[in-house]
């Protein structure tokens, strides 16, 4: 059995190696790109990942591909990121706010209460022009590219104890949020105490006991099987953190002109197919959550919420003039799509 995948191996390398040169006649070495995700298979983002490798096939004659892996297997999100710098990942989603640590600007697509609807968001998310300066922040010094975002929903907060209506009613909870400043401030005010930590860790934090609850949208409650051990989750509806697409520089520099336009051409389909289909998996979602006796509690006193963190969001976007104008934006957006 072992000389046999002896075998099997040397002719993979030998075809490997025929491959390289192209000039076998034959097709040449399809490079796979490797695209991360911190979510499982049935995941609008992962569908999106697999949608880029099929199109990127038929744009490029076959000469690239993406092979997706899911569940956090190539690491946390800032990993991930580390990855993507030094170009060892070349696509991956990652949530926004976990790009504050690259570059603080970001945070004003990361405040909470920040857009009113999701078509206010994505109005903001596909104007090129706004965000150019945004998403090109992180080439020179990350070597990474922001290639786009896409809507993942509201985020709201769950927890094992009982149904949230008032900031009172976090006092003295232990809530997981995103690994960032903003998060950690940002739950601070809304009345619970903050526990930074990564995503794929949560579970076993609230099955332990470590923490009383997390925030996040409805699919990442039921994928991570959060409702099976914090049954309540209250509408607090405090936050809709983008998610971005972004890609290592330093694959994006490899590519030819021809293949890198083609790429680039394909970005707005994959970034529209994430957000849409995230719509009907936020319904089946909570179908799932109730069937497995998770409550969803809707009243909830979100004006109380608003204002404890309204001198937070007048804090972080005014800290500079760039993000004075991405906030400005928002603001527009909002009145252009009211809720
Ligand atoms: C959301 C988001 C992810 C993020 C996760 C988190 O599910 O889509 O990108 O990693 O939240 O809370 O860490």
């Known amino acids: 059995k072992l000389a046999a995948s002896a075998i099997v191996g040397l002719i993979s390398l030998s075809l490997a190696a025929c491959g390289s040169g192209g000039e076998s006649g034959g097709k040449a070495e399809q490079v796979v790109f490797k695209l991360a995700v911190s979510q499982p298979q049935e995941h609008p983002q992962y569908q999106a990942g697999l949608e880029l490798g099929k199109r990127l096939e038929e744009a490029t004659d076959d000469r690239y591909s993406v092979q997706v892996y899911g569940n956090e297997t190539l690491g946390t999100s800032a990993e991930v990121i580390q990855n993507l ?4 990942v070349d696509f991956a989603w990652i949530g926004g706010a976990n790009v504050e640590s690259l570059n603080q600007d970001f945070v004003v697509y990361n405040l909470p209460f ?3 609807s999701r078509e206010a ?3 903001v998310l596909n104007d090129d022009e706004l965000n150019t300066e945004l998403f090109t922040s992180l080439e020179d010094s990350k070597s990474i590219t922001v290639l786009g975002g896409a809507n993942a929903g509201q985020r ?5 104890i009982r149904p949230i209506r008032t900031p009172d009613d976090l006092k003295g909870l232990k809530i997981r949020v995103q690994q960032s400043d903003s998060q950690v401030r940002m739950l601070q005010l809304l009345g619970g105490i903050p526990s930074p930590m990564s995503f794929g860790e949560v579970y076993s934090a ?3 006991g470590v923490l009383d609850g997390a925030e996040n949208n409805e699919p990442s409650y039921n994928a991570m099987k959060h409702d099976e051990v914090a049954k309540y989750y209250s509408y607090t509806r405090h936050l809709m953190i983008p998610d971005f697409l972004l890609m290592s520089t330093q694959t994006l ?3 030819d002109e021809t293949d890198r336009d083609a790429l680039l051409a394909i970005i707005p389909d994959i970034t529209q197919k994430a957000s849409d289909d995230f719509v009907p998996y936020v319904n089946e979602s909570i179908e799932r959550s109730k069937a497995l006796g998770a409550q969803f509690n809707d009243d ?5 919420f608003k204002a ?3 001198p937070m969001v007048e804090e972080y976007m005014g800290a500079n003039d760039l993000r004075a104008k991405y906030y400005e934006a928002t603001q527009q957006a909002n009145q252009d799509n009211p809720a």
């Open 85 to 88: 710098s030094n170009g060892t």
């Open 114 to 116: 920040v857009f009113d």
């Open 121 to 123: 968001q994505l109005a």
């Open 156 to 160: 709201s907060i769950y927890n094992a």
């Open 206 to 208: 609230l099955q332990t």
């Open 253 to 255: 520099d490899k590519m």
């Open 300 to 304: 909830v006193d979100t004006a109380a």
């Open 308 to 310: 404890r963190v309204a």
